[in-house]
């Protein structure tokens, strides 16, 4: 197993941290399985270990989790090294044994502070999605609020969220709790990245470990429940290697778990523009694609590439069956992300 030795060199000599390290601040999640909360650094030495760690500056975040840390850790590991733009940057993960008598061990998993806000946070404003254009420009763009530059916003969100998931699936990471809730918009990079590996499935090496309290959120979660073999392995102290391979990535193509929650995103996001056709998603739906929007459709009649093409990429990823899912390179090449391009509106990247 070359990669587990690789990974412990390169964990070896990046500078450790412990709980001292942290003076932990305002909470900002507490699940079953641990509490995540804003931390600043104790002292000088403290900052220089994270400075060492490719962070210049600023607050972090500090996840103490139960024993379920370590399969977490391990999942934040490979993304640092594999496709690090993908998530909240990872800075390190220990286990910190808790006072005599208070039980098992703790693990904490210590990020950058992105900051403040998630997709979830953004999308209950009712300045949504304007208030993402803001984040991602710095200024506002010069066309008039209505629903092509609602639409542009949105496409650029999926685009670097379906980037943010092929990075991850590439790297043959399933993360399962694909929401908003767990997307955090990267106030240094300007993107949106994905958060909290806690449920999340390395199929290379075959790490699939969802406790049994562990439950799916069922309000994204795709319809079929298991996405690998149903044989979880028992709470390991350390990653196991089981022996599920790669050829049950091909067979059962779990990646598209989490397209179908991406999918549901990408249709939550246009709630708003819904609302205003009374949910009549028929109406919705010839109000958001050009065929119904004749500023969007001058000089496009010969090619009429872009007729019902959102409609399109929303369908093929909320598909019930998984086989007949869209994957996230796909989907990035799909003909909805070139629509700006043949239409001469490329405002945003
Ligand atoms: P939980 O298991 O509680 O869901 P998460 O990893 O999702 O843990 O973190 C909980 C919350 O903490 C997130 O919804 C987000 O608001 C915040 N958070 C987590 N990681 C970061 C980060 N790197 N930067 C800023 N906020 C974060
Ligand atoms: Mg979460």
């Not at 019930?320 to 390179?329: E, H, L, P, T």
């Amino acid at each position: 197993f070359d990669m587990f030795v690789l990974a412990f060199a390169e964990r070896l000599f990046r500078p450790t941290f412990r709980k001292d390290d942290f003076v932990l601040g305002k909470k900002l999640g507490e699940g079953a399985f641990g509490v995540v909360c804003k931390a600043s650094l104790a002292n000088p030495e403290a900052a220089e270990k994270v400075k060492a760690n490719g962070v210049m500056q600023g607050d972090v975040v500090v996840k103490k989790a139960t024993e379920y840390g370590a399969v977490e850790i391990w999942m934040n590991e490979r993304v640092r090294r594999a496709c690090a733009s993908s998530c909240a940057d990872f800075l390190y993960g220990f286990r910190e044994s808790k006072a005599k008598g208070k039980g098992a061990e703790e693990y904490w998993l210590i990020w950058r502070f992105e900051g403040e806000d998630t997709l979830y946070d953004l999308m209950q404003s009712k300045e949504f999605p304007y208030n993402v254009e803001t984040k991602i420009l710095g200024d506002v763009q010069d066309l008039p609020k209505g629903i092509s530059r609602e639409n542009k916003i949105i496409q650029t969100v999926m685009r670097q969220l379906l980037f943010a998931l092929d990075g991850l699936h590439s790297t043959g990471i399933v993360h399962r709790d694909i929401k908003p809730q767990n997307v955090i918009f990267s106030e240094g990079s300007r993107t949106f990245k994905i958060i909290d590996l806690g449920a999340a499935a390395d199929l290379r090496v075959g790490i699939n470990y969802i406790p049994k309290e562990f439950l799916l959120d069922p309000r994204y979660a795709a319809p079929e429940q298991y996405i690998m073999s149903t044989q979880t392995p028992s709470a390991p102290s350390v990653p196991v290697a089981t022996t599920l391979s790669p050829v049950l990535w091909q067979l059962n193509l779990p990646d598209r778990f989490d397209i179908y929650s991406l999918g549901l995103i990408f249709l939550q996001m246009f709630n708003r523009q819904l609302k205003r056709c009374d949910y009549d998603l028929v109406a919705w739906r010839n109000l958001v694609e050009p065929r119904a929007n004749a500023e969007l459709r001058r000089g496009f009649d010969i090619m009429d590439l872009d007729d019902g093409i959102g409609w399109e990429l929303l369908t093929s990823m909320v598909r019930y069956k998984a086989r007949q899912r869209i994957s996230a390179k796909a989907a990035l090449a799909h003909p909805y992300f070139n629509r700006e391009g043949l239409l001469g509106l490329s405002v945003m990247q």
